[in-house]
């Protein structure tokens, strides 16, 4: 169980250390030429499908994680940078499965959806919720409720800043002990 126990501390290290790599190089493109990133049209679904795809190959999360998937039919398709959207999507997916680590049951919801003024999509989770003070300051960097060892404070500050590109909404809903849901929309 002690080596069970190491192991599972060395992949959450390596898990932190890619993560961190990514944003690292995704922020220093930015600095060095703003117009490196190309657009293209990107479908929400593709992208949480293939985020989840990549979450779910960890043996530990797919045992004892559900995710429930409500994707729309026929999702426009919007113009964007694509790594945008899979930094943003990981960052959301990583937070819900750090709020469902300690529950018996780990259900994690995700969404996609459209009307004639936006394109959204959202992530909720049964986790632990959050306090009206944590709510508050949410999208302070380096403001984090999460151990030295889980987080750092800029996720959700670079989910906001990347969305603000988009002049996207973020709505938070949360309650202690009833769970969390981000739901971002972007106007068409």
Same mark, same amino acid.
């Given at each position: 169980?002690? +080596? +069970? ?84 999507? %990981? ?6 499965? %750090? ?15 459209? %009307? ?52 996207? +909404?973020?709505?938070? +809903? ?15």
């Amino acid at each position: 169980q002690k +080596e +069970e126990k190491i192991q599972h501390y060395i992949n959450n290290i390596q898990d932190s250390a890619l993560k961190m790599r990514d944003v690292i190089a995704n922020t220093l493109l930015r600095i060095r030429n703003d117009n490196y990133l190309q657009s293209v049209f990107i479908n929400m679904t593709d992208v949480f499908q293939s985020q989840l795809n990549l979450i779910q190959t960890s043996t530990v999360i797919l045992k004892e994680v559900t995710f429930e998937c409500q994707f729309a039919h026929d999702l426009p398709k919007f113009w964007g940078v694509y790594s945008d959207f899979t930094q943003i999507i %990981d960052n959301l997916l990583t937070n819900a499965l %750090d709020a469902v680590e300690l529950k018996k049951e780990k259900v994690i919801t995700v969404s996609t959806f459209f %009307d004639a003024n936006f394109i959204g999509f959202s992530v909720a989770d049964n986790g632990y919720g959050m306090s009206e003070e944590t709510k508050l300051r949410l999208f302070e960097p380096l403001y984090t409720t999460k151990s030295a060892e889980k987080g750092t404070g800029i996720g959700l500050a670079s989910v906001r800043e990347l969305l603000d590109n988009y002049h996207a +909404e973020i709505l938070v +809903e949360s309650k202690l002990h009833e769970g969390a849901k981000f739901t971002i929309k972007m106007p068409r």
